[in-house]
């Protein structure tokens, strides 16, 4: 993978900076601007988005080097503050409403799920989605389900051994229970070579809008950062609680509109996997963790938030593109010769 | 460090949770026998047999105990 078109003045000089030498002499980068929405600014995510990938595979075209990078790293940091601080202030009333409640927590956070507002995007893909809308929904499914799971393992060097025990249980199936045809992200990448879609990790990154790869970037932040390490457990919590049934639904939606059982087969295994892992990452992982640190819980419950909120503004901006018989990052043709 | 014993690697362990309001999880099982005396392997290391009777997996919960008012779940 190269490093991804920049979309603003930000990226533009974080990118030019990331082509050179780490040794090259070059005027120090600042960032001294701030972003009235941090989550739907394209500049700012893509940014965040590049510099998070230095971690997990990085680029053909930038120097490994930049990893550590001070420099990049206090860029990260300030784009980070801003990132988090919309998070927070975006879900701070389904924090406050779900601490201030009682009851056992795996319960509250399952009710939280069920009742986040938010449009749903797997009944209209199940009823009444287009073939092209099936594909474009994939198309942005695919720059977090490439790298599945991934961001959550990083917090596993950061837990007691007990609650360690149960996250890797549930990775290890992520990861395709030792079997490497099974891990989830080849699925992914079976499932988009069938719909006609490249399926090289990060191929869309250049095509999708901020909003999608916020998905991807609020992950990494939860992932990377041992201080939010209960808000990457919670947030796990909410991504397996919200997937069996819509997954059963994506399934039907991809065999409605003329996909094969190949195309389907990445969402089959996450109705049953999901079912299983939804189960495990809130009462295994975030109520243990819970139980022991008492003080995490609002973390918990500040992850599983963020990742609902993220969600339904993803689910939002697509459905209303689609209600205007538009695209917001339209698919390539299918009959397009697609690389190996 | 305290020797902890081990379970020989042919041991069968098997261990069964209840999940309140969904499904029972089994670690260690090698298959389950439904209604209809079919058998399903198990494929992963933990699985979720359904317990609303209401899955469009059987034996296998597929979350559909979730849609279901909360009279009518398993408790």
Redesign the interface.
Known sequence: MKLPRHRGPLSSAVFKRMLGSRDAESAPLRVDASWPDPIDDADLQVTLWALYELHYRSFEDVDEAWEWCPELLAVREQLEAQFERALRDEVRSHVDTVVGATG?L??RL?ALT?SFEGPSLAEHIERHATREQVREFLLHKSIYQLKEADPHTWVVPRLEPDIKAHLV?LQ??EYG?GQPARVHQTLYAHTLAGAGLEATYGAYVDAVPATTLALSNAMSLFGLHRRLRAAALGHLGAVEAT???PC?RYAAGIRRTGFSDDVAFFFDEH??????H???AL?GICAELVKAAPDLEADVVFGASACLALDARFATRLLNAWHNQDHVTPPPPYDAQVPA | MTAVAREPLDAHVVEATL?????M?LRGATHVIDDDGNRHEV??????VCRCGMS??IP?????H??LRPSEETR
């Open positions: 056992d795996a319960d399952f069920d249980e290890f199936d229970d997937s069996s049934i059963r109705v049953e996997a999901d079912a299983v939804e189960q495990l009462r | 999940c309140a309001g969904g499904p999880l494929e992963r290391p933990v699985v979720a469009t997996r296998w919960c597929d979350g559909t979730k849609l």
